[in-house]
């Protein structure tokens, strides 16, 4: 019984990560062979479908997406740390290893920031 809690946690985990995609690669094929059923009828494909298929492409991201990404990374980095500094009231040895945590979305963050002067999509909008 107590194997089943951390096999639960992962397997949610997993599930959260991967059933989205899942369902969107289903919805996807769902519709293209529909348009492809309708083209072997010799039906003609309206202008709505079209736009369905190509609403959800990803655009590029633009240096104001890439600058707000970084600083709410650098934000939740910085929010670990302090969390961390918060709990060494009660157990001195957990601010280290918590700064250690926070760094990782720190430098994560910056790496965003650093990107979004280099983007060459600089004047698009989100």
């Known amino acids: 019984m107590e194997m089943l ?23 996807r094929s769902e519709m293209q062979n529909t ?7 010799g039906q003609p494909m309206p202008p709505e479908v079209i736009d ?9 991201s633009s240096a104001l997406s890439d600058l707000r990404t970084g600083v709410i990374w650098i934000a ?3 929010g670990i740390g302090v969390f961390g500094y ?10 280290r290893p918590m700064l250690g945590i926070g760094a990782i979305p720190v430098i994560i963050g910056a790496t965003f920031v650093i990107l979004s002067f280099f983007n060459p999509n600089k004047g698009k909008p989100v």
Do not use: H
């Open 35 to 41: 348009l492809r059923a309708a083209i072997d009828k």
């Open 5 to 27: 809690i951390p096999i639960a946690f992962f397997a949610m985990i997993a599930a959260i990560c991967i059933v989205p995609g899942w369902l969107k690669s289903r919805e």
């Open 86 to 95: 918060f709990v060494s009231y009660e157990a001195d040895e957990a601010f």
């Open 52 to 60: 369905a298929l190509t609403k959800n492409v990803k655009q590029p």
């Open 76 to 78: 939740i980095g910085i």
